[in-house]
């Protein structure tokens, strides 16, 4: 079976064997969770056609945020909620990366030091459009964290949607310049300077890097030309999106998995071929720890300025957005599954007879 579930199944026992003393509890939970997804395991429910009375059995997913089998409609409804935050002004993509001398280090400290680039690349974005050189005013951050390469290799890096304008503090709205928003220099040294300060008062007891502070920081920033929806899209990919999807795994075959990426450099389609092991151990480098969030929001986009948000989107379109005052369902319906066409008479929907409960046995 070539996907992430037969993956683990094939090797997770080898790799359970040989690091399961070491393993983190999240990394213990997500293996033993895909294996077990769209199992007895999680339990299930019978539905039957309302008009032909064809049955059919569906077991539940395992809802863990590292399984490739769930969360298809939570980034829908995601991508739904964030839309209707959008404010009617161009936005710019800003990227903040950290150097690969400091990946082992966060590797080590993950929720404190991925907390820390989340503030730290907040602060500097807001300090510098705070500026009236450049903005002048408040401006609205959407923050999605992404850890992995192509190649599932390290890299920790914050993706950044940004208002190309900030609200003043006489409640003006400001625009920014069409293509640039801060200085992007000023602006990775402002990020190198604070993350390093916060860093260490979080890990005192690390030694870091002096080669750190000779080389420069990583920081893109760049106005969305193809427009804030785009780029939002674009986004939502890594909110509910693991490091691999099924689509990209070609082959288990002979204690080795085969998968393809697209090349960044010359965009073209490559397959890099690995150990079970060390895929396993690529993989789980990406899985967060329990409990932490990885898109956060700052500014404008914070939940406590939820108000002032929707007085904007009033205030700066000619008339109010579609998107702006919701109807309250579209976002916080129930979760349960909406009921599907019967795929025997195709005019009858497959209602819910029956739940039936998951096994009290551990995972395999």
């Known amino acids: 079976m070539s996907d992430l579930a037969g993956i683990v199944r094939t090797f997770g026992p080898k790799y359970f064997d040989k690091h399961g003393e070491r393993m983190l509890p999240s990394h213990d939970r997500v293996l033993r969770d895909i294996v077990a997804c769209r199992t007895e395991f999680f339990g299930g429910h019978m539905a039957q056609c309302d008009q ?3 049955q059919h059995y569906s077991y539940h997913s395992c809802r863990n945020r590292s399984c490739p089998q ?3 409609g939570d980034s829908t409804r995601w991508l739904e909620k964030r839309q209707s935050d959008l404010l009617p002004v161009p936005y710019f993509h800003v990227v903040f990366t950290l150097p690969k001398e400091l990946q082992p280090l966060v590797w080590r400290h993950q929720k404190s030091l991925y907390a820390v680039l989340f503030r730290v690349a907040a602060d500097a974005l807001q300090s510098l459009s705070s500026d009236r050189r450049y903005v002048g005013g408040e401006i609205g951050i959407l923050s999605v964290l992404h850890t992995w390469t192509r190649q ?8 950044c ?3 190309g304008g900030g609200l003043a503090a006489d409640g003006t709205w400001l625009d920014a310049r069409k293509t640039y928003l801060v200085p992007v220099k000023a602006l990775s040294l402002l990020f190198r300077a604070r993350f390093m300060a916060l860093a260490r008062k ?4 690390e030694t870091f890097p002096e080669i750190i502070w000779e080389k420069d920081w990583v920081v893109y920033c760049k106005a969305a030309i193809q427009g804030s929806k785009k780029l939002l899209d674009y986004l939502g990919r890594y909110v509910h999106r693991i490091a691999i999807t099924k689509r990209r795994i070609l082959s288990i075959h002979k204690g080795q998995v085969r998968f393809e990426y697209k090349d960044s450099r010359d965009k073209r389609w490559k397959k890099c071929t690995l150990s079970g092991e060390e895929f396993l ?7 967060l720890p329990r409990g932490f969030h990885k898109v956060r929001y700052y500014g404008l986009l914070s939940p406590r300025n939820r108000s002032k948000l929707r007085q904007l989107q009033w205030a700066l379109s000619a008339e109010e957005p579609e ?3 919701p109807p309250e369902a579209a976002f916080y319906h129930d979760k349960t599954e909406k009921p599907i066409p019967c795929p025997i008479c195709e005019t009858g929907l497959m209602l819910i007879l029956r739940l039936i409960p998951r096994t009290m046995r551990d995972p395999p």
């Open 152 to 159: 599932l290799s390290r890299h920790p890096h914050v993706h």
């Open 70 to 72: 769930c969360h298809t």
């Open 161 to 163: 949607l940004v208002t």
């Open 202 to 205: 979080a890990c005192p007891e």
């Open 323 to 325: 998107s702006t005052s």
């Open 52 to 54: 032909c009375g064809h």
């Open 281 to 287: 151990r690529r993989f789980l480098q990406h899985v």
